[in-house]
């Protein structure tokens, strides 16, 4: 069975048995039902006793004294925008992360949008293997990332306030992304392990519908342990939500397909091909529609496609690097995340084995890429990044670290600075700041 052996953690002895990769352990996520009722999950606070298994409230923590001044006096020094009327204001955190006996859900926390300070507030309990969520409106999606893969709907009745809607087979193996169609009426997700895309309807109230379609990936690549056969990384819809494109490290292909938003069925349209052995992980539209990028997990490289939004065929580029020259070779470095600025002027990279952001400079309205720095990460392994709704803001998912670094954003010139504030949190490999 094929795995995504760099990002999971080791499985429980039931599991099924880890083979090597490189000088990396590889591990294996555990079987569990997940079944398709109404269920209301407990929020498990952070520092305190046990929480009604229906719903929790609580005031988000005060700013610490003298933080905001501090941050103000930082960010305005950096070139950075602050508004000090929203200091002590503290805004929803949502963790995602593999789940293990101190880890039993998805990661509730608080951030300060001054000072970037996370808190930890609690967990919703009950999600298993949380590997990336998606905000739609009042409601946060979740892959189960097991072996039965499934997606679970939560509605966010109020900051602090969360339940669950219930979950759906995503009829794969290892659903490890997940995304809402512009349009609001289905959700996709990408099964990992079994290398096909699913798409679920969503309800009025926000629950999801048995699943409408299952459309699996053929082929394989030239690495034996991480191209054994397909496995889809990333599903996304283009900004004009035209077409939906599924990324798959095992095939090194992008696949663009059209949704019926009356059926929920998806028509393949195009599949656009990497060098073999690329293993292309994450996509990234810049604003304009008319390019694309893509991390790629095995070829330690990011790679500019130019993108026809009439046809939905997307056509790549030369890769390019993610580490500045004369990076140390070891360990080996994985690109994971990428990110594009609002604006358009610049895509942010996460390096796994460099452990660092990398920034470049996006050039003639879209069509380049220039590397202009690689800061730490702040962390080990940054599986996932992440700006918040103001842009000022980039958040680091560190998983092998088991913390969320925090750096202030320049929206002048993009550079990074690290606010020196982090969070605890186990395994954490999605990390999704809101407003």
């Known amino acids: 069975m094929a795995i995504d052996d760099l990002d999971r953690p080791a499985p429980p002895a039931t599991a099924a048995s880890a083979r090597p990769v490189g000088a ?15 269920t209301a999950l407990p929020l498990v606070a952070a520092f305190s006793g046990p929480a009604d298994a229906a719903t929790t409230r609580g005031a988000a923590p005060a700013a610490e004294p003298g933080a905001a001044t501090e941050a103000v006096a930082e960010a305005l020094a950096a070139g950075g ?3 000090t009327t929203k200091a002590t204001t503290q805004h929803p955190l949502y963790i995602g992360g593999y789940t293990t006996s101190s880890a039993q859900g998805v990661g509730l926390a608080t951030y300060d949008p001054t000072t970037g300070r996370p808190t930890a507030t609690g967990t919703l309990a009950g999600v298993a293997n949380p590997s990336f969520l998606a905000l739609s409106g009042s409601h946060l999606y979740a892959v189960d ?6 997606v679970t709907a939560i509605s ?3 900051p602090g306030h969360l339940t669950s809607l219930g979950s759906q087979s995503t009829g794969g193996s290892g659903p490890c992304h997940v995304s809402v169609h512009p349009a609001g009426r289905h959700l996709l997700s990408a099964n990992y392990d079994s290398g096909s895309i699913a798409v679920h309807p969503i309800a009025a109230d926000g629950s999801l519908k048995a699943r409408s379609d299952l459309v699996k990936h053929t082929g394989s690549g030239p690495d034996p342990d991480r191209q054994d056969g397909p496995h889809a990384h990333m599903v996304i819809s283009d900004p004009q939500g035209a077409y939906v494109l599924a990324v798959d490290l095992g095939t090194d292909s992008v696949y663009s397909y059209t949704l019926n938003t009356t059926t929920g069925k998806l028509t393949p349209v195009s599949q ?3 060098a073999p052995g690329t293993g292309p992980r994450h996509l990234a539209f810049h604003p304009s529609g008319q390019y694309a990028y893509l991390a790629n997990e095995l070829g330690n490289s990011v790679i500019v496609c130019r993108y026809n939004p009439s046809t939905g065929a997307l056509t790549p580029g030369r890769p390019q690097p993610t580490v500045p020259s004369g990076a140390p070779t070891t360990p080996r470095n994985y690109p994971a995340e990428v990110v594009v600025s609002p604006d358009g002027a610049f895509v942010y990279v996460s390096n796994r084995g460099h452990d660092s952001v990398a920034r470049f400079a996006v050039g003639s309205a879209g069509a380049t890429l220039t590397l202009l720095d690689a800061v730490p990460a702040g962390g080990a392994y940054p599986r996932h990044i992440s700006l918040d709704p103001t842009a000022t803001l980039l958040f680091s998912a560190n998983q092998n670290s088991n913390t969320v670094t925090v750096f202030r954003r320049n929206t002048t010139t993009g550079a990074l600075t690290a606010t020196g504030t982090s969070l605890t949190s186990t395994s954490p490999v999605c990390v999704l700041p809101v407003q």
């Open 81 to 83: 925008a602050v508004n």
């Open 145 to 150: 990332e097991q072996t039965k893969g499934a």
């Open 24 to 38: 990396r352990v590889v591990r294996r996520r555990s079987v569990l039902a997940v079944g398709a009722g109404l």
């Open 272 to 274: 656009a091909k990497v």
């Open 156 to 158: 966010v009745v109020s």
